[in-house]
C-alpha cells in the first residue's frame, strides 16, 4: 500500500476510533469515518495479545492483500481495521470472507447517510 493510503499517526488512530462508525466481525473490527482528501487511507492495528512479531506482521500482509484486491482506494474514507486474537492466519478464506463483509456494511451505512 502506498504511503499516501496510509494512516501512520497515533493521534489519528485515536480519533477515528472515537469520532467514527464501527462494525465488529468475529476477529475484525473496523472503525470508518468520511474524509476530505478524496481518497480513502487505510490504518491496520494489531496488536500483542494477536501473537509474536512473526504472526502480527503475517496478520498485516493478510490484511493488506485483502485490501489490495478489492477495496475501492477512490472512495473517501479513513478506515482503522483492527485485528483480534481470534484472528486465525490459517482460514485465510473465512477471515477475508468477514473482512469484506464489514467493508461492505461500510459502503452500505454511507450510502443511507446520503
Known sequence: ???EFRIL???EF???QRKGRRAKGGATVVFWRKNQAGKSRIGIQVT???GNAVRRNRI???IRSILASSHDF???FDIIIAARPEFDTA??????EELLALLAELEK???EKH
Open 1 to 3: 500500500m502506498r504511503r
Open 48 to 50: 500483542k495479545r494477536c
Open 109 to 111: 451505512t454511507s450510502e
Open 74 to 76: 477512490r472512495k473517501p
Open 60 to 62: 498485516k500482509r493478510q
Open 9 to 11: 499517526k497515533h493521534e
Open 91 to 96: 482460514s485465510f478464506g473465512k477471515e477475508k
Open 14 to 16: 485515536l480519533d477515528i
